[in-house]
């Protein structure tokens, strides 16, 4: 099993908006937590998440705290030409996750 996910459609025509969906299986500790010692558990989550389609920046999004474990994220694009859409996250530690995908465009 991976750590990291991205669908895309099989096959989109030309100029038309498809859907990117994406998760991590990731903790994202909040820091605000503490152990059965009392001790606070460190801050580690995903803090950046980034798309490019064909090696251009298409998307990007800073993540705070609040966002839940193994997140999901979903967001539209537009077809352009056949290629390559990759997601890239990264987290507290400097651990960086990348999955792509194809993207067949008629």
Not at 1 to 21: C, L, Q
Not at 55 to 64: N, S
Not at 83 to 104: C, F, H, M, P
Request: hydrophobic letters at 40%; glycine letters at 8%.
């Amino acid at each position: 099993m991976s750590i990291a996910r991205i669908g895309v459609p099989f096959e989109v025509k030309r100029g038309d908006v498809f859907t990117v969906k994406t998760m991590i299986a990731h903790v994202m500790e909040s820091g605000h937590r503490r152990d059965s010692a009392g001790r606070v558990i460190p801050r580690m989550i995903v803090n950046k998440v980034a798309c490019t389609y064909n090696g251009r920046t298409v998307f990007e999004a800073d993540w705070h705290g609040a966002v839940s474990s193994n997140p999901y994220l979903a967001f539209d694009l537009r077809a352009k030409d056949p290629g390559i859409v990759e997601v890239t996250w990264s987290d507290d530690d400097g651990k960086v996750y990348r999955e792509q995908a194809a993207l067949n465009v008629v």
